[in-house]
């Protein structure tokens, strides 16, 4: 039986960012004032110099948490569960508006494209009173995939070649592929 392997693929900055790009469902993780962390799903996306950019407004606690210590990790996952993600540490800065306007308008670009009206963007964003979060990258780990480590798989593939069995027992389906008993 073939199984899925765990994937970790060590990457360059520039790769990391194409790879972030089209994937905008981050899990973004700040530090409350106790020290334990607060996560938060979010909608984000890259900006033209590489920062990694999300819309929110002031009163949120990731904006709290961020103007107090702005250490930052996010989490960037595929649009399916089970697919590649990566986490990226940095550090980051709360830009209010009016500031924040055109990096509002450049969040927009990142994650959806061109807006039909952009002056009416522009005042959507004055009237909502947002603020954008822009995170400097720093360190990342591996784009990684879930799966049976290498050392797992080949231990269960010796026994099922020694026994003749089935090791697996299920456990190695993925959520798309398990069935119920």
Known sequence: MARKLATEDLVERDELLDFIRPRNQWLLATLRQDGRPQTSPVTGGVSEAGQLVIATYPERDKSHNLRRDPRVTVC????????????????????DVPEAVEGLVEYFRAVS??????????ESMMRQGKCLISIDVERWGPIATGGFPTSVATILNALEADTGT??????????DE????
Do not use: C, I, K
Request: proline letters at 5%; a negative charge.
């Open 76 to 95: 960037v996952m595929s649009d399916h569960f089970g697919g590649a993600w990566v986490q990226v540490d940095g550090t980051a800065s709360v830009t």
């Open 113 to 122: 494209g061109e807006h039909p009206n952009w002056d009416e963007y522009r």
């Open 178 to 181: 398990a069935t119920s008993a």
């Open 166 to 175: 089935d090791t697996g027992t299920g456990l190695d389906q993925g959520p």
